[in-house]
């Protein structure tokens, strides 16, 4: 996926010194160091690009040991930073928590997909838009990264028909109307019964989603479809407070997604460290 | 605290609606509607004020039923909405994600302060510079309002000598360096030793950070720095993997802050939930 | 559609004011005056509700005479304006713009839209990408205005996959790869052949865009697809220097869409004016 | 002229890919490619070295091969592309979408200019603020490259008395009062009537703008003003609905500017072709 | 002269407050309090629209009791202030800056045209664009406020032949040339005897500017304009470290403007004072 | 100190040209010339790293003479340029509002201070808040470079409780109030006695500022201090209206600061040149 804008890294770095790194200024006269900024912890590398760009925006040549979307195992370097100890200071803590974010969401990403296809099934994991606010972009990328589906990026993306709008107006009605705004947008009911689902993929919808509904509740819905001749036509999205425990029975019953809020909107950040070396003491 | 801007708040909608949302413009007819939004779990509130400065810029009116820094009980209503379905749909995951957010880390927060206390210290909270990317304003309102304290905002706020400074330069002409710059910043030393923390406490720094010290290496530096008339003087904060488990034995020593990188670089959103009530299905 | 951020449309008259009206400022003392935005000749109203928006934020009470999407007929008031001249005259020009090449993409494309059904054919007409640079939100919510099809809104919309990436990757490694990526982004081929048409149905394609052919070629390749069984389970769009004289050949045969490039790049402003009344000369 | 900003052509690029180009990172590896952007008609050259400012930014080499300003061939090519085919994607439409304007901004100003001298007389034409919204600078530019004479950039940049103005102050108060407000600033005055034109020559105008006026009227006043010994003491300029078929009619008369709305107000853009060359399907 | 956009004042606000105001965070309970902003020293009010702006923005009612442009008492109160405590103080340094350094500006631009006039020419006093780096637009505002005229606003304001154009360029050719560029600029040559001064004249431009010249070389200048029957055609403004104590004996010539760097690039700020009043301290 | 942020630089130079330099443009062909900057007075170099990356990014290379901070003589060059005489101009007057107004700053800065250390005391001059609106990085970077203390960056910066704080909530209570609040925020108090100050230091602020007190007065209040035992424990600052004349009064005293808001609310700017030399006439 194409990068995050320069200008918005550098924004971060700009919110996080507006007046500068005082410590660095008061300090430290300016001299060359190396650096590297080693994982603590294996996990699945996101951001390293990004913060690659900063480091070379202010002057330090930076070398990626490590690729976006590589597992890096513990103790492993993945950037080399060699420049100004001023400018490594000024960014360490903006690219630690921007590789550490982003790293945790693509290693958490990750361990659900490998959980989810545990029973071989060809089951994606897709993240939803519970993100942290404004950080959609960093985050749906991260979600690549780990091998995620991103889903829809933003509200004007596709269509998601939800029970607020079905109080409204019908199932049948709600999709006629999505494809008459638009033949080039993706158009999804979220439902909740079986029969729900039969309505949705008759009307022509492209997805269904079975939010919040047991195991068993599922496997009704995908029968239901099946005996239709609609299972075909349509792509099945299961959501709703599905953990780690929970994923495998939901991917072992043949839907297409498990959609899962936890990767974005509850995430630990991956434990990274930034070494300085080499910047003698004057004598 | 003062609030976060509205142009910030703006622009996380702006990012996650582009060209608008595509659902609502497709499916529904505009209608005035009433909504709430819930607490599906208990903590301490944060956001809200930024939620419904939100929801008012969209024309829907926002009723506070909780102030920001208090506890609400699982299933209370927090904010009680009135206006267009399409202004409430619009800003609807935003303002979840702004108030899930800090609201998480809110209540994290107060839980640790808590832990922290139990032993009857009057020893606080901290949070660090490990936040999202560009989100320490909000990341550090919601420890305030979960009763932490913020610690330095950016790096611009004040010095905090690290080892990579004093690789460099002695802790006794670091400490100088900082207090020639400016005298209006608080200086602190992060030590690893006992010894470290005499000199720079002896220096006149304004407060020592023991990294990485077991409670041993804690209890030892707070001696060594009575021992030698000092410990008045300055303010000790002890910080390094510190957890809910850990935080106690390290609060019982008396050191005055205890500061936890979890409180923001690992965020667990709170668990709320936006209901849609009203406007009836057209005939 | 929901309407353009307020704060872009300021940045207009910021861009065409930076340093005021010096006409007004140096010739006029304020004053109250009344206005009319009028409709010199018959369109479709689009940009109204914007317009609106911006006299409101400079003081200027705006009332709608005709709603976004409306029919206005040669001579009729669509905005009728009350307040300040100095504010009047600064936003003029800004709001002119803004409604004249809105309302005449609007017109535009329901002109195009007319013809295409002329033949009681349920055919849309969509919109490019080919918009004036950075204008796509205004153009694109035009379109919808005057009844035709947005089409992707950016690039991140959606996936269509063209002669350059075919160049690189056969079609259904194409499709399947763009499938893989994300269940919920619409996959359209461009193709140039009846065979080619079929192959990305077989694919799995949801869209097919016939670009550049004839008549007789669209007809041969709907053919084919209706022969392979094919033809409900995608939607064919037909583009590719397609004028007034020419859209209702190519409707008439059945397709899905016409996307026509020249509703947005190629603009002709509705005529209009804004007549000041009422401030009477100082004796 | 001085080029568009890069930050201005940056914020082209990230709204048409607020999340990136889904279909290259869905389906292409990345590869080096070779690129040609080709004009399909006839036309004078614009935009390109903003175009080629923007592939530069995204890593892909950009020889010009024609200049701004530049009448070019059909077929011919003008900017020569070495790069990332990823990059190349990227940026296509907005560069196209920049130059097809521009440049057809360009052509028209050329067509207009050449039939107003077509009688041999130093006549210009000249632009006017009905661009596209917020696209002052680039319709400005192009017009300046056409050959025309860019005319008030903003609001701020001249005094220009018109009839809403003149409804509440006479000419010559109003002539006085703006050279009181700053010596700097041109000043100009719309009038109907030769009368009119006479008063404001003499009180001091720099410009006269005759707008809406038959042939016949603007040679009434040419006659008025010369009589008055006047005529060089003011550039005179023609405006009102002129058109390619009258603009020969009234430049003949010896007024010194025609100001043509439609040169920015109802643009058609160059038909232009990006093509891509080279990267070879991988085994 | 239109106001100051609201957007960039916030800007200053945010600016000075990144993380809120921390002392009322800390210290205070939000109270409803009065107070006044008021004048320590007599001088021309500028700025009070813009500081209102900002009190009313963060809730505060502020109601002016002066308007721009007024000469206000030493002691006087200008604008009266009823509203939240915290809204006051977080306002209060960033409105005392505008106001303070618009007034310093627009007194001082009006002590130097009581100077310039003293002897009864109708001569004004002009500012160059020598501003604080960025604020061009309040330095020009305050200077108009201050009865100054602001000469050209940017570079694309107008065109200014100086020394350096010479060099490459005669004169009559560079006239020739910025008349060609647009008609609708006023066209100014910068030079330094009376010979170039007619050159100037003679080739067509609008204004001369006399620069560092001695009274007895203004003179002379003025002579030979008059001798060559150019005096009426074109303005004269002379400059170049004009001050307090020299500007009557140019103004005295009979030249149109006197322009003066000092007006905006070495400003003092006027004496301003921030009372707060009313809140009274709880039980 | 860090650089201000090159986009920060960037929009001065599209603030000052927002349609480009319309002189250079009509005027000159497009050459390469040679140019200097340098003082016409002595002073104390500040900006010249901002103007010399301003000139760099529009391609003119920029060599310095003198480092920031360096005292230079009247007639040093502080900056050599070599290329484009277009890009030159561009930035000029930009680069001399800069640096004129930078070393304007840093040049008072230092005089301030070597009178407050005539006496051989250890004291420094701070500056304050009042700053150009806006300017407060580039003025408190100023300060820095000539010596100063910057005081406060911001109202997020640290803890300043003053008399209208002081009107609701007693010393000991806000000074308590201010440490509960944050670990990390120096605490000042501004008082007006020495037996406040004296309540200041005892409930455990980290400096008192005394306001504008005699010299008799702040001699009290250092005694008093002492006599307590507190002299040690706290930082003394005075400030309120002293001038050049005075500051050597009360830096004799014994207090550690000295702060004046005339550093940067009333700036002079250092005088400066840019003198371009080489490109040749065109025969």
Do not use: W
Not at 25 to 53: K, N, Q, Y
Not at 98 to 117: D, E, F, K, N, Q
Request: net charge negative; proline share 3%; with cysteine.
């Amino acid at each position: 996926m194409t990068g995050v804008p320069l200008t918005r890294l550098l924004a971060f770095v700009a919110e996080d010194a507006p007046f500068g790194d005082v410590t660095s200024d008061a300090v430290l006269d300016d001299r060359v160091c190396s650096a590297v900024l080693r994982f603590r912890e294996a996990g699945i590398a996101a951001g390293l690009a990004e913060a690659a760009a900063l480091f070379a925006h202010y002057g330090v040549d930076a070398t990626l040991r490590a690729t976006d979307g590589d597992r890096v195992e513990a103790g492993a370097t993945v950037l080399a930073l060699e420049g100004s100890v001023r400018g490594v200071l000024l960014v360490e803590r903006t690219a630690l928590n921007l590789v550490g974010r982003m790293s945790g969401i693509a290693t958490t990403t990750a361990r659900y997909a490998a959980l989810a296809r545990a029973g071989g099934q060809p089951v994606r994991v897709a993240a939803t838009r519970k993100t942290a606010p404004g950080l959609g972009l960093l985050d749906k990328k991260a979600v690549l990264l780990g091998g995620g589906d991103p889903h829809r990026f933003t509200l004007s993306d596709g269509v998601l028909i939800k029970d607020n709008h079905l109080a409204l107006v019908p199932i049948e009605e709600a999709v006629r109307r999505a494809r008459a705004f638009s033949a080039y947008k993706t158009v999804e009911v979220e439902v909740e019964t079986a029969d729900e689902a039969v309505r949705a993929a008759r009307a022509g919808a492209d997805m269904v989603l079975l939010d919040n509904m047991t195991p068993a509740g599922v496997e009704e819905a995908l029968v239901a479809l099946a005996s239709a001749g609609l299972r075909d036509r349509i792509r099945v999205e299961v959501s709703g407070g599905i953990t780690e425990a929970t994923i495998g029975a939901y991917a072992g019953l043949g839907v297409d997604l498990v959609s899962v809020g936890a990767l974005t909107h509850s995430v630990r950040s991956l434990d990274l460290t930034l070494e300085v070396f080499g910047p003698q003491q004057a004598d």
